[in-house]
């Protein structure tokens, strides 16, 4: 049976009672973070432009409650991007380095969205995500927001082992890996290896492939059922038979047209080469980091949004949560976004919007004023536990030493894996304990919504027991180092997942110029195509900010006749 340990002693004051609503895009308030503070949250930016306030206005002051003129917005900006996680973060970063005007609004009161790195106790732990693939587009930002030397990597070396009756079956990291590999039966590694060599049937079907089909079609039901399906588990919480191929892991899919075969392993050498050929040179500025290696930053990936709040200074708003959103009043370019925060109602004109918010918040937002948008409503994020949890190195059978093991839902095991997290990175436990960091829930368990913190717990530490400890530890208590219930984690991309983000796309670029949607329902889940959309957005803001009317004038005159209502 797990101890609990106090909440005060391990987890941050408020961590325990805020699990729950920590994953709520706009419901939980979590511990102050960088940039919460009153009056500097109301100082607008370095060139946006505030409108003063009538005497209509401050004569409405009540209760600290601010009755703003009807009509007339509180600030105006050229950029407002909604939501502070990874795809809002880097694109308001990429906005403000550019002399762009912008302000950067988040509901809760810390930025990062699903970021929620913390420490305590001698731990440092990941109440989201755990890593990111060190492309150079992230490893850019991080020096651009100054976290050169916080950034460390994970040894390259370390394997992932998948679980598989009894036994942990570290999965190859290179060809020369393959003839050790003992998880395929010999009939499964003959059927991938046709696969592999280009043996594959068409897609009769001719209907959207799932991922599981796509697999199985490739490279046969063994390698779906023991490497496929956890790894799926793994990325997206997700079931691989709603998920289509194409949109959860499009690259994937993309490599059995490249080659002379539709054998996606012959696709992917030619990738590979393809890749090399078109990068340049490698950035001097840049870490170099070996392939495989998984990267995150000294204080967990936090550091990142809290790095990039710092250098907006005070166009960040915490607590401010979008209500609505509509075209500015009398034909004028721009939009009005209503606000709901914590000093009362507020409305700012900005040329541009780019929305990140998760997609039901979005088709509630935009449904007034873009019906198409009302679609994203039916986006399906499963609920997802992370549980962090800690036990002495010597209560291992094996040495810890590898990236974690996931787990084949035919195992019937319900954690979906576990992330050797002392492992990957030092000083994320204190000397002689290991720190765990295990999923638990997704699309095809969700009766996990229902359970409650000590049921999770005790599931997680019993496949933990079950899978990596020795005998002896038994009754090894683990310290619970933090435990965050996902009600919502992550968006599945499932057949028509595209089209429906498409569809909305299009309409938002016939009616609402300088409309842009964006968040991992958009763009892709994984922290770096967040970070990938946010970089080409602010290209696409700046375009459009450059292709719309001076409206000073219009503003000045806005404000006086406002003054004098
Ligand atoms: C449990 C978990 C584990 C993961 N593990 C990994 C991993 O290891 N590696 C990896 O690459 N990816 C991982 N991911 C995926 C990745 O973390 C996310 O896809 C990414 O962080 C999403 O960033 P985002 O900015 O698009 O959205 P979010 O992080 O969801 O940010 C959206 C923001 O919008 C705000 N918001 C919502 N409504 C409003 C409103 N009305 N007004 C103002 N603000 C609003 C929210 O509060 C939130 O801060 C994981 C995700 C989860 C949930």
């Not at 929620?116 to 755990?130: D, F, L, V």
């Not at 490739?218 to 799926?232: C, N, Q, R, S, W």
């Not at 219930?485 to 299009?506: C, N, S």
Request: net charge neutral.
């Amino acid at each position: 049976m797990a101890a609990f340990i106090p909440v005060t002693a391990v987890a941050p004051v408020g961590a325990r009672r805020t699990a729950w609503a920590g994953g709520a895009p706009a419901g939980g308030r979590p511990s102050a973070g960088l940039c919460a503070g009153g009056a500097a949250r109301l100082m607008p930016r370095r060139g946006a432009v505030v409108v003063p306030p009538s005497p209509l206005a401050v004569a409405g002051r009540r209760g600290g409650v601010r009755m703003a003129a009807a009509g007339a917005p509180d600030e105006r900006v050229d950029a407002l991007v909604v939501g502070s996680g990874v795809s809002g973060s880097t694109l308001a970063y990429r906005l403000h380095e550019r002399g762009v005007s912008t302000l950067l609004t988040e509901a809760r009161d810390v930025v990062g969205g699903n970021v929620i790195s913390r420490m305590a106790n001698g731990y440092t732990w990941e109440e989201g995500p755990n890593t990111f693939q060190p492309a150079p587009h992230i490893l850019r930002l991080a020096v651009d927001v100054g976290l050169k030397e916080d950034l460390v990597f994970a040894d390259h070396t370390l394997p992932r082992f998948v679980y598989w009756k009894g036994n942990l079956y570290a999965l190859p990291m290179g060809p020369s890996d393959i003839p050790k590999f003992r998880l395929l039966s010999p009939w499964g590694a003959v059927r991938a290896g046709l696969g592999a060599a280009g043996f594959v049937l068409p897609n009769w079907s001719g209907k959207e492939e799932s991922v599981k089909e796509f697999i199985t079609r490739h490279l046969g039901a063994e390698v779906f059922a023991k490497m496929i399906d956890p790894f799926v588990s793994g990325v997206y919480a997700g079931d691989p038979s709603q998920l289509a191929i194409r949109g959860a892991f499009g690259k994937i899919y993309a490599l059995q047209n490249l080659g002379i075969t539709q054998g996606i392993v012959e696709g992917a050498i030619i990738r590979l080469r393809q890749r090399k050929a078109e990068a340049g040179d490698p950035d001097p500025e840049l870490p170099v980091v070996k392939g495989g290696a998984l990267g995150s930053f000294r204080e967990g990936l936090g550091m990142l949004p809290k790095a990039v709040a710092g250098k907006l200074g005070d166009a960040v708003r915490l607590g401010w949560t979008l209500t609505e959103l509509r075209h500015a009043p009398g034909g004028k370019p721009g939009y009005e976004a209503v606000y709901s925060t914590p000093d009362g109602p507020r409305t700012v004109h900005a040329k541009t919007v780019s929305l990140t918010a998760p997609a039901g918040a979005a088709a509630s937002i935009l449904g007034g004023m873009l019906p198409a948008a009302r679609a994203l409503d039916e986006v399906y994020y499963p609920c997802v536990w992370s549980v962090t949890l800690s036990y002495p190195t010597t209560a291992f059978k094996r040495s810890l030493k590898g990236f974690g093991n996931l787990i084949p839902r035919a195992m019937g095991v319900r954690t979906l894996g576990t992330i050797w997290s002392s492992s990957l990175f030092p000083g994320r436990a204190p000397p002689g304990r290991e720190l765990l960091l295990s999923y638990i829930g997704g699309a095809q368990d969700k009766g996990i919504a229902d359970l409650s913190e000590e049921e999770v717990v005790a599931a997680v530490d019993a496949d933990i027991k079950a899978l990596l400890l020795s005998a002896d530890a038994a009754d090894e208590a683990p310290v619970v180092v933090g435990i965050r219930k996902w009600a919502r984690a992550i968006p599945q991309y499932v057949r028509g997942h595209l089209e429906l983000v498409a569809g909305v796309r299009e309409a938002a670029a016939e009616s609402c110029p300088g409309l842009f949607l964006g968040g991992n329902y958009a763009s892709g889940v994984a922290f770096g195509d967040c970070v990938a959309w946010g970089d080409k957005a602010a290209t696409e803001v700046v375009a459009a900010l450059g292709n719309m009317p001076d409206d000073e004038a219009a503003v000045s005159e806005e404000a006086v006749s406002t003054a004098t209502v």
